[in-house]
C-alpha cells in the first residue's frame, strides 16, 4: 500500500494516524525505510518503525497538518509537514515540521523512504 502521488501522502498519513491504523501507517513506509522523531534515535524498517510509532498510537492525540511543499524528480520527492499534535480538547501540545523523502516503487505507488518528522524544527549545532 502507498499514495498514488507524493502530494497525497500528508493526507493519508494523517487520516491512518487520527484512526488509529497501525498497519495502514506501516504500509506508507518502504521496508526499508528510516524513520526519526528526533534525529538522534532511529527506527530502520518495518519492526522498528512499528515500535517507534506505536507510543505516538497510544496517545489520545490527533494530528492535522498540511504539505509546506512537495518536490518531486523521477521517482524521488521531497516534502516537508508543517503538523500539530493536538490534545483531546483541540489543543495544540506539539507541532513541528518534517523533512520526508518518498519514493515510487515498482508499482507506481509513493511510500516514504525517509520520514524525519522534526527535521525542520530542530536546531542546528
Known sequence: MGVASPELMAKTFLARFNERDAAGLLALYEADAVFTFDGVQKAVGHEQ????????????????????FVHVAGDSALASLRWEMLEPEGWINSDGVSMEVLTRGSDGLWRFAIDDATAGRRAQE
Open 49 to 68: 518503525i512499528q515500535g517507534a510509532l506505536a507510543g505516538f498510537l497510544a496517545s489520545p492525540f490527533k494530528m492535522r497538518g498540511s504539505y509546506d
